[in-house]
């Protein structure tokens, strides 16, 4: 029997594009997770008083967008409310930066790529549970190596607490990525099915 010709068959060439957009995907994907990484250790990095001034900023913003008539308030009464918002402002920093993160490593780690459809349902969900697990590992163990940084930071201390809020915000990142994918899915099922003929249908 004669081989089919790789370079003209249509299965083969749908394959390989597959391919192809898969680690481009990855590529690109891997790059922003790198990326982000590098911005969550560049503001560790900021010395205590320069942080504070970050946290200070932002506390402010908080008492402008939210606390009716604060742009009136005298000044220290200003400074005072920044002052109390500054470790609830920390907190939420720390917890969002690890959630991004979350979402960036299960995005990296769990491609939709042409090997998964053929795959039954049962190797799919293991797939899916232990790419979550890898990506709360790595965003857990990146917290815990921040926190550890953080200790050769002038006016700086790393925390076993900010490690839990750290990586809470990785499993919360991981939950709206699972989340986002199950919401996607059911709606290309919708699609789908609006867009098959009944008589394909029955």
Request: charged share 20%; proline share 5%; no cysteine.
């Given at each position: 029997?004669?081989?089919?010709?790789?370079?003209?068959?249509?299965?083969?060439?749908?394959?390989?594009?597959?391919?192809?957009?898969?680690?481009?995907?990855?590529?690109?994907?891997?790059?922003?997770?790198?990326?982000?990484?590098?911005?969550?250790?560049?503001?560790?990095?900021?010395?205590?008083?320069?942080?504070?001034?970050?946290?200070?900023?932002?506390?402010?913003?908080?008492g402008e967008?939210?606390?009716?008539?604060?742009?009136?308030?005298?000044?220290?009464?200003?400074?005072?409310?920044?002052?109390?918002?500054?470790?609830?402002?920390?907190?939420?920093?720390?917890?969002?930066?690890?959630?991004?993160?979350?979402?960036?490593?299960?995005a990296t780690?769990?491609?939709?790529?042409?090997?998964?459809?053929?795959?039954?349902?049962?190797k799919k969900?293991?797939?899916?549970?232990?790419?979550?697990?890898?990506?709360?590992?790595?965003?857990?163990?990146?917290?815990?190596?921040?926190?550890?940084?953080?200790?050769?930071?002038?006016?700086?201390?790393?925390?076993?607490?900010?490690?839990?809020?750290?990586?809470?915000?990785?499993?919360?990142?991981?939950?709206?990525?699972?989340?986002?994918?199950?919401?996607?899915?059911?709606?290309?099922?919708?699609?789908?099915?609006?867009?098959?003929?009944?008589?394909?249908?029955?």
């Amino acid at each position: 029997m004669n081989k089919p010709n790789l370079s003209t068959d249509p299965k083969a060439k749908v394959a390989r594009n597959g391919k192809q957009k898969h680690r481009t995907a990855f590529t690109i994907l891997l790059f922003l997770t790198i990326t982000w990484m590098l911005v969550i250790f560049t503001f560790s990095a900021q010395p205590a008083e320069e942080s504070t001034d970050t946290s200070m900023f932002w506390g402010r913003m908080a008492g402008e967008l939210l606390v009716p008539g604060f742009k009136n308030w005298p000044e220290e009464k200003k400074e005072s409310f920044a002052e109390k918002m500054d470790y609830p402002v920390r907190k939420a920093a720390h917890a969002t930066e690890y959630a991004i993160l979350g979402m960036l490593l299960f995005a990296t780690l769990y491609p939709l790529n042409h090997r998964d459809a053929e795959l039954n349902n049962v190797k799919k969900g293991i797939i899916k549970r232990s790419r979550t697990g890898a990506s709360f590992t790595l965003g857990a163990l990146y917290a815990a190596s921040d926190e550890i940084h953080q200790l050769f930071v002038p006016g700086r201390s790393g925390q076993f607490t900010d490690v839990l809020i750290d990586s809470g915000g990785v499993l919360a990142g991981l939950l709206l990525a699972l989340l986002f994918l199950r919401f996607t899915g059911r709606m290309n099922k919708v699609r789908k099915r609006t867009s098959t003929p009944p008589a394909l249908q029955s």
